[in-house]
């Protein structure tokens, strides 16, 4: 039964737009998760979150959970963490405080960070019971994205903005506020009195969402704002869903998905307009891998050269065969995950049932095991990759090749892989 919330969203005055989108982040009206959680960082905006997340809470019968990730990056982390939790505590909202433990990180820190940051609030929700965590992003970082994307010279994909919503491991995270202002939430928590810590590198020019920053507010005098960047998010962002519907009828026609490997027919395949069939197969990269980028230009090049030709391929983890006029891309076996507890994910994506033993890939000593196999019709090198529940070196069950009496399933599917990516 749908609540309404009007009359007291009528009496909180110049809080009640705000409130309005905090309300919503619980999700469809009158079936709102029993318990949601806010990642809070100390700064303006997730704090503002936090308390308009609060008094949300308390008026449609929320629990909600904090949390704070430590990236262990500055001196300041482990006191903002501290303040956040003091805070919490004010609300009594239950405060917990992830930390990355890390040595030396190659490559790129920042998406390191990032790609850290998810991953623990994501173990930490599931843990927790918790479907839904809430960020505080604002139209202000949509804008700075925006530029960033300009700089790279990116395409539809990198320019259409921050998505209201995406999943990791089957954990919702939400971003009610992406259509205000980080001047609301500021002005918010100024007419409250309420405080916040302003992170010092914010002020540093190494960083690209700085110089982004930066470059904005230059460009205010041309009426180029967070105002008309939002417009122009929002519409290349309906482009970018027609693109991604196109792209998921494309792959109802030339593909078929069995045991967590797509069945390309080639033919079909060939005569799709030249960039769904780019877009396709960085879908089914990203889909089979788990990578949470596209391959690089290059490597997609030749991989399209590749199969253009007729010949097999492997990229990011991902084999492609032929058989029989169509291509089957699989996992490629030693990119599998290694072996997780029964009941756990394994490989990112893979739900086998049983409460004992250990999943990990069925591989050519499990499929030995399975009398049955040939009868699913599976080529080898895809059976091979789909998980097995063990007991040592014996198996106890494997759905996919047809031995036991588990069931396995394989999510997100490729078309909701597609139209969520």
Same mark, same amino acid.
Not at 22 to 28: D, Q
Not at 282 to 309: D, Q, Y
Not at 402 to 411: H, K, L, P, Q, V
């Given at each position: 039964?749908?609540?309404?919330?009007?009359?007291?969203?009528?009496?909180?005055?110049?809080?009640?737009?705000?409130?309005?989108?905090?309300?919503?982040?619980?999700?469809?009206?009158?079936?709102?998760?029993?318990?949601?959680? !806010?990642? #809070?960082?100390?700064?303006? /905006?997730?704090?503002?979150? =936090?308390?308009?997340? %609060? *008094?949300? @809470? $308390?008026?449609?019968?929320?629990?909600?959970?904090?949390?704070?990730?430590?990236?262990?990056?500055?001196?300041?982390?482990?006191?903002?963490?501290?303040?956040?939790?003091?805070?919490?505590?004010?609300?009594?909202?239950?405060?917990? !405080?992830? #930390?990355?433990?890390?040595? /030396?990180?190659?490559?790129? =820190?920042?998406?390191? %960070? *990032?790609? @850290? $940051?998810?991953?623990?609030?994501?173990?930490?929700?599931?843990?927790?019971?918790?479907?839904?965590?809430?960020?505080?992003?604002?139209?202000?970082?949509?804008?700075?994205?925006?530029?960033?994307?300009?700089?790279?010279?990116?395409?539809?994909?990198?320019?259409?903005?921050?998505?209201?919503?995406?999943?990791?491991?089957?954990? %919702?995270?939400?971003?009610?506020?992406?259509?205000?202002?980080?001047?609301?939430?500021?002005?918010?928590?100024?007419?409250?009195?309420?405080?916040?810590?302003?992170?010092?590198?914010?002020?540093?020019?190494?960083?690209?969402?700085?110089?982004?920053?930066?470059?904005?507010?230059?460009?205010?005098?041309?009426?180029?704002?967070?105002?008309?960047?939002? %417009?122009?998010?929002?519409?290349?962002?309906?482009?970018?869903?027609?693109?991604?519907?196109?792209?998921?009828?494309?792959?109802?026609?030339?593909?078929?998905?069995?045991?967590?490997?797509?069945?390309?027919?080639?033919?079909?395949?060939?005569?799709?307009?030249?960039?769904?069939?780019?877009?396709?197969?960085?879908?089914?990269?990203?889909?089979?891998?788990?990578?949470?980028?596209?391959?690089?230009?290059?490597?997609?090049?030749?991989?399209?050269?590749?199969?253009?030709?007729?010949?097999?391929?492997?990229?990011?983890?991902?084999?492609?065969?032929?058989?029989?006029?169509?291509?089957?891309?699989?996992?490629?076996?030693?990119?599998?995950?290694?072996?997780?507890?029964?009941?756990?994910?394994?490989?990112?994506?893979?739900?086998?049932?049983?409460?004992?033993?250990?999943?990990?890939?069925?591989?050519?000593?499990?499929?030995?095991?399975?009398?049955?196999?040939?009868?699913?019709?599976?080529?080898?090198?895809?059976?091979?990759?789909?998980?097995?529940?063990?007991?040592?070196?014996?198996?106890?069950?494997?759905?996919?090749?047809?031995?036991?009496?588990?069931?396995?399933?394989?999510?997100?599917?490729?078309?909701?892989?597609?139209?969520?990516?």
């Amino acid at each position: 039964m749908s609540v309404d919330h009007s009359q007291w969203l009528a009496a909180q005055g110049d809080d009640a737009p705000l409130l309005t989108r905090a309300l919503a982040a619980g999700g469809a009206a009158g079936a709102p998760p029993a318990t949601l959680a !806010v990642a #809070v960082s100390g700064g303006s /905006d997730s704090m503002a979150m =936090l308390h308009l997340m %609060a *008094r949300a @809470a $308390r008026e449609a019968g929320w629990a909600l959970k904090a949390v704070t990730v430590d990236h262990r990056l500055r001196r300041e982390a482990a006191e903002e963490a501290a303040f956040v939790g003091e805070t919490c505590a004010g609300l009594m909202v239950p405060h917990e !405080v992830l #930390v990355w433990d890390h040595g /030396d990180v190659p490559g790129n =820190l920042m998406q390191a %960070a *990032r790609e @850290a $940051r998810y991953g623990l609030m994501a173990a930490w929700a599931k843990r927790q019971g918790l479907g839904v965590v809430t960020l505080a992003h604002t139209a202000d970082d949509q804008a700075e994205t925006f530029l960033m994307g300009l700089s790279r010279a990116a395409g539809l994909d990198g320019l259409s903005g921050m998505r209201p919503e995406f999943a990791i491991d089957g954990v %919702a995270f939400r971003r009610p506020f992406l259509s205000q202002t980080r001047a609301e939430l500021r002005a918010y928590m100024t007419r409250h009195k309420l405080p916040w810590i302003d992170d010092p590198s914010n002020d540093n020019d190494r960083f690209t969402r700085i110089k982004a920053r930066r470059a904005l507010r230059a460009l205010g005098p041309l009426g180029i704002s967070v105002g008309e960047l939002s %417009a122009v998010i929002s519409n290349l962002s309906a482009v970018q869903g027609l693109v991604q519907h196109a792209v998921a009828v494309a792959a109802q026609e030339a593909a078929a998905e069995v045991a967590g490997a797509l069945r390309v027919e080639g033919r079909a395949f060939g005569a799709l307009h030249p960039e769904t069939r780019r877009r396709l197969l960085i879908a089914a990269v990203r889909w089979v891998s788990g990578a949470h980028h596209p391959p690089r230009e290059a490597k997609l090049a030749a991989l399209e050269r590749a199969l253009s030709l007729g010949k097999d391929a492997t990229l990011g983890g991902v084999r492609f065969r032929w058989r029989d006029q169509a291509c089957w891309v699989s996992r490629e076996a030693r990119a599998c995950g290694g072996p997780v507890p029964a009941g756990q994910v394994w490989d990112g994506r893979w739900h086998l049932t049983g409460k004992v033993g250990e999943v990990r890939a069925l591989g050519p000593e499990g499929l030995r095991q399975c009398p049955d196999w040939r009868a699913t019709g599976l080529p080898r090198q895809v059976l091979e990759v789909t998980p097995g529940l063990w007991q040592g070196a014996l198996l106890q069950a494997a759905p996919c090749a047809i031995f036991g009496r588990e069931a396995a399933t394989c999510a997100p599917s490729f078309k909701e892989f597609i139209l969520s990516h």
